[in-house]
């Protein structure tokens, strides 16, 4: 059964670098028909898709935070890794990987998911 | 950027209740529409991709519909596991946004 599961300091200053990783268990993410995506979600507010990375390495990110956002993957080790640069208090949210699958006609959605992991931007 | 409008933001309703949230987007998004529920403390949880295909797992008195750029999910009789916060996400053109999200409350 695949599971994902988010790591990385639930403290970050502002001004510095947040980075997180996921880490995937009971399948690969070099498979074929998956993405592997970011999505972020302030204090009781709603979900902002971040940027996701396909099985071959090609990254999505959101038009947002691009000029921040580096998103990568780590086939040896099974995870990909999401850097968001030059942080502020509003970078402060429950950020969670999920599995993007294809499903009928087409189309994509976040099929699995991490529980999330708390990050606070503060100094 | 496509926007997603969820209405309403909020609603109460009893046990057995048939409850219909509406999701609108700002531009033609074909079927590319997915419904997620979300609990407290917890990640969400994908409901119904495509517009109207419910998920293994699901129960069927969730569903799924869909008129140009206007979307539903209803549900048929609500049960106690069905209050949390229901969100609709648009995957038809990056970036993928979602709905603000539509809270399901105990009356």
């Known amino acids: 059964q695949l599971q994902l599961q988010e790591a990385g300091p639930g403290l970050v200053k502002p001004s510095e670098t947040l980075s997180l990783t996921c880490n995937v268990s009971g399948g690969s993410i070099s498979s074929i028909n998956y993405y592997w995506g970011w999505i972020r979600q302030p204090p009781g507010k709603g979900l902002e898709w971040i940027g996701s990375?396909?099985?071959?390495?090609?990254?999505?990110?959101n038009p947002s935070l691009k000029s921040r956002l580096t998103i990568f993957e780590d086939t040896s080790k099974n995870d990909f890794s999401l850097n968001l640069g030059s942080v502020t208090a509003a970078d402060t949210a429950v950020y969670y990987c999920?599995?993007?699958?294809?499903?009928?006609f087409g189309v994509g959605a976040f099929d699995i998911w991490g529980q999330g992991t708390v990050v606070t931007v503060s100094s | 950027d496509i926007q997603m409008t969820q209405s309403p933001s909020s609603l109460s309703a009893s046990v057995g209740d048939r409850v219909t949230i509406t999701c609108r987007a700002s531009q033609s998004v074909s079927i590319y529409l997915n419904w997620y529920q979300q609990k407290p403390g917890k990640a969400p949880k994908l409901l119904i991709s495509a517009a109207s295909s419910l998920q293994s797992g699901v129960p069927s008195r969730f569903s799924g519909g869909e008129s140009g750029t206007d979307f539903t999910l209803t549900i048929s009789s609500l049960q106690p596991e069905d209050f949390a916060i229901y969100y609709c996400?648009?995957?038809?053109?990056?970036?993928?946004?979602f709905g603000q999200g539509t809270r399901v409350e105990i009356k």
């Open positions: 990375i396909s099985h071959s390495g090609t990254t999505y990110y």
């Open positions: 999920a599995r993007h699958s294809m499903f009928r």
């Open positions: 996400q648009q995957s038809y053109s990056i970036p993928w946004t």
